[in-house]
């Protein structure tokens, strides 16, 4: 078994879909008119065969209570693996990003929590160097 697709609730897709690729650095996959909506998927570009995050609508009545509840408790949506999460913080923190939790050791990584723009707290990690 193994993981192809996690979806990530966003408000818009067309601005999730530009902060996504234009800021993080993914890769658009998949770009499919389904009415209102798309199919919309991004990539990392170093396994453009990976797993897809679905930049999903966030339409359904239950997404706002439970994204709402997670942003207030602090707790990130989903988690994203960088080299280093000092040099990415650097990085976007000069591209605009807020972050909510600047890097942090938690032992045998480095974390940061990010805001995605899109109505999510993205958590960054990096193993940290043998020493």
């Not at 396994?47 to 990130?76: F, T």
Request: aromatic residues 6%; contains cysteine.
């Amino acid at each position: 078994m193994r993981i192809n697709l996690v979806s990530v609730f966003v408000d818009d897709q067309r601005a999730a879909l530009a902060f996504y690729t234009d800021v993080l650095g993914f890769t658009k996959k998949h770009d499919i008119p389904l009415g209102a909506a798309s199919w919309l998927t991004v990539v990392s570009p170093e396994a453009p065969d990976g797993a897809e995050l679905l930049l999903e609508p966030a339409g359904h009545p239950a997404v706002k209570p439970y994204r709402d509840a997670l942003v207030e408790d602090g707790i990130p949506l989903v988690q994203f693996a960088v080299d280093d999460v000092e040099a990415e913080h650097a990085r976007l923190t000069a591209l605009g990003v807020e972050f909510t939790q600047p890097p942090t050791d938690a032992g045998t990584v480095m974390m940061a929590v990010l805001d995605d723009t899109c109505g999510n707290l993205v958590q960054i990690v990096s193993p940290k160097s043998a020493g």
